[in-house]
Nanobody
């Protein structure tokens, strides 16, 4: 399995921006579609965004569409989640995930997960 490490989380005021990074190692990064999920205490993990193997196709949850952008740099084995116009309800632990075979919003499609990075948006 590919190993994933997220970074870039932190505390930001509402309306601000953060960029999360997900560095992959151990396998060929371009063999994996990538996804971003988030989770708050007591709730199920929620789909945020995903990007296919080449970066040509992306999709987003309705709650973040128009504010978040995912991208990837296969040469750097890194996926990104640019988060703009952040809202307090975006506060969560954000996880990146990798899928070898399937592309879609279901967490079940993903084989490997990072440890998560905390994003906190203050009002």
């Amino acid at each position: 399995q590919v190993q994933l490490v997220e970074s870039g989380g932190g505390l930001v005021q509402a309306g601000g921006s953060l960029r999360l990074s997900c560095l992959a190692s151990g396998r060929t990064f371009s063999d994996y579609a990538m996804g971003w999920f988030r989770q708050t205490p007591g709730k199920e993990r929620e789909f945020v965004a995903n990007i296919d193997w080449t970066g040509g196709t992306t999709s987003y949850a309705h709650s973040v569409e128009g504010r978040f952008t995912t991208s990837r740099d296969n040469a750097k084995s890194t996926a990104y989640l640019q988060m703009n116009s952040l809202k307090p309800e975006d506060t969560a632990i954000y996880y990146c995930a990798a899928s070898r075979v399937r592309f879609g919003p279901s967490a079940d499609y993903f084989d490997s997960w990072g440890q998560g990075t905390q994003v906190t948006v203050s009002a």
